[in-house]
């Protein structure tokens, strides 16, 4: 089955510095992925939809400039919390579409935490 | 119209039981309602998903239920174990838009 790899898992990093996360495409290829926002107990928001070869589609109240993404090539997007402060301490989830029938595949999550 | 309601928000039910989580929505254009798994600091997984055009569509233990009537579907769990426990989320969608709409999610704890 499709796989999605999201790197890292898990990331600290201090107030005012950036952050990249990484989703791949391990065993096919998505010209679009899907980046998630989750708090605690909450359900998944959607924050911007990745297109390879243009720019992304960013969900209303989303920061453009605030979270960059890149579609670098068939299987890998990224997604950078520029000068991240606190509140953008959240769980960080990519996705991509189905290959042929079914539903979207989910990468593993990244957890930030800003301090 | 583009919401999806789910119930309820938290569940506890003894091993062996069946728990039952209800979905709704409005919009008549959606035509693909998965429903997915999540546990603690991992992503969703794809659980079992259903289509308008069945009634019911069963896969091991778990089972949705479609009232297209109602706008409603439903997931059932049975035969609950405690591994069964995190967090449930219906979504829905219409084919070829890839946009889902997810339900707030439903806490699931299965009890030894």
């Known amino acids: 089955g499709a796989v999605v790899s999201q790197h890292p898992s898990w990331v600290i990093c201090k107030s005012g510095t950036s952050v990249k996360i990484e989703c791949r495409s391990l065993?096919?290829?998505?010209?679009?992925m899907f980046w998630y926002r989750q708090f605690p107990k909450q359900s998944l928001m959607l924050m911007a939809t990745?297109?390879?070869?243009?720019?992304?589609?960013?969900e209303q109240g989303v920061e453009k400039d605030k979270f960059l993404i890149n579609h670098a090539s068939l299987t890998l997007s990224t997604l950078t919390v520029t000068s991240a402060h606190p509140e953008d301490s959240s769980f960080y989830i990519c996705?991509?579409?189905?290959?042929?029938?079914?539903?979207?595949?989910f990468g593993s999550g990244t957890r930030l935490t800003v301090v | 119209q583009q919401q999806v309601k789910q119930s309820p928000q938290s569940l506890i039910v003894q091993k062996g039981g069946i728990p039952i989580i209800n979905c709704a929505y409005e919009?008549?254009?959606?035509?693909?309602f998965p429903w997915y798994q999540q546990f603690p600091g991992k992503g969703p997984a794809l659980l079992i998903a259903?289509?308008?055009?069945?009634s019911e569509k069963k896969e091991g233990r778990f089972t949705i239920s479609f009232n297209k009537s109602a706008k409603q579907f439903s997931l059932h769990i049975m035969d609950s174990q405690p591994g069964d426990s995190a967090t449930y989320f219906c979504?829905?969608?219409?084919?070829?838009?890839?946009?889902?709409?997810f339900g707030t999610g439903t806490r699931l704890k299965v009890l030894a």
């Open positions: 996705s991509a579409p189905p290959v042929g029938w079914g539903g979207y595949t």
């Open positions: 065993d096919f290829q998505a010209t679009t």
């Open positions: 990745s297109n390879e070869g243009s720019k992304a589609t960013y």
């Open positions: 919009n008549t254009a959606f035509d693909y």
């Open positions: 259903i289509r308008p055009d069945v």
């Open positions: 979504a829905a969608s219409i084919t070829g838009t890839y946009k889902y709409i």
